[in-house]
């Protein structure tokens, strides 16, 4: 017995194909898509685009739209412009972390479960050491960045990843 084109069975299998041609289509862009990501990050040349930052535990949300903001690694040296909160008490200050650091401490590039972890240490230039832990979803795209250091409350950031050119 052969299934007519006009019959609802052939029907439902053209458009179950599609949908399964449509599924393998996405599931391959997404394949692509990280290990474009974990290439990115196995370069050393990436930039890290913060969308978002917060003062840990809970201080409030605040939006970065200024595109000039970033986080950029290419090699050993770490370029740096991003907006931070200073203080031990309220009221806390927000300053410019504006650096550029030939080489940084304890370089660590580590594959993860969901992507990577990219760790350093600096002293920018002070007497205290920042730590920088950047988590990065190789699938998503996206990161988050968080900097402690041992006197101010840590700050964290929620952004995307990109190349640089």
């Not at 903001?69 to 370029?79: H, M, N, Q």
Request: charged share 20%; aromatic share 14%.
């Amino acid at each position: 017995m052969s299934v007519s084109p006009s019959s609802g069975d052939y029907r439902e299998e053209l458009r179950n194909e599609k949908r399964e041609e449509r599924e393998k289509r996405r599931a391959d862009r997404l394949a692509e898509y990280t290990k474009y990501m974990d290439s990115l990050v196995l370069s050393r040349n990436f930039q890290f685009n913060p969308q978002t930052m917060q003062q840990q535990p809970a201080g409030s949300m605040r939006v970065i739209s200024n595109p000039n903001f970033s986080l950029s690694l290419w090699d050993a040296t770490v370029d740096i412009c991003l907006p931070y909160i200073k203080g031990y008490t309220p009221p806390y200050r927000y300053v410019i972390l504006n650096y550029t650091l030939p080489s940084v401490n304890n370089l660590l590039i580590e594959q993860t479960h969901e992507g990577w972890s990219v760790s350093f240490n600096t002293s920018l230039y002070s007497a205290q050491t920042y730590t920088f832990t950047l988590e990065i979803f190789s699938n998503e795209g996206g990161a988050n960045l968080t900097i402690s250091s041992p006197w101010y409350n840590a700050v964290q950031y929620s952004g995307t990843i990109s190349a640089l050119y």
